[in-house]
Nanobody, 127 residues
Framework: QRQLVESGGGLVQPGGSLRLSCAASGFTLDYYDVGWFRQAPGKEREGVSCINRSGESTVFADSVKGRFTISRDNRENTLYLHMNSLRPEDTGIYYC????????????????????WGQGAQVTVSS
């Protein structure tokens, strides 16, 4: 059974850090680009970051550049989003997602291309 399960969310004070993990089962991650998306209360889901199959290409939303990093461990079938200098506006439900990709190309944050999604992890940044 193919499944993505996020973990590592929680409540953190502004300026703090969190690391989100996404455990992928039933997938061979070598054939997928990985994306992280988030949905804030009352807002549409937006792209946060992605990393391509090889890990050589990454993209970050302007709002998180310089604060978030993304990584993947294909052998462990685990994906990560490292979040630093968190702000209240980073609050939301964070989702990991996989995009099937046969070719080695840069990743993108077009949500329609991502076919497999996790259930999400809540991140709350508040004092």
């Amino acid at each position: 059974q193919r499944q993505l399960v996020e973990s590592g969310g929680g409540l953190v004070q502004p300026g703090g850090s969190l690391r989100l993990s996404c455990a992928a089962s039933g997938f061979t991650l070598d054939y997928y680009d990985v994306g992280w998306f988030r949905q804030a209360p009352g807002k549409e889901r937006e792209g946060v970051s992605c990393i391509n199959r090889s890990g050589e290409s990454t993209v970050f939303a302007d709002s998180v550049k310089g604060r978030f990093t993304i990584s993947r461990d294909n052998r462990e079938n685990t994906l990560y989003l490292h979040m630093n200098s968190l702000r209240p506006e980073d609050t939301g439900i964070y989702y990991c997602a996989l995009k099937p990709r046969q070719l080695l190309l840069p990743c993108d944050l077009d949500q329609d291309d991502y076919k497999f999604w996790g259930q999400g992890a809540q991140v709350t940044v508040s004092s």
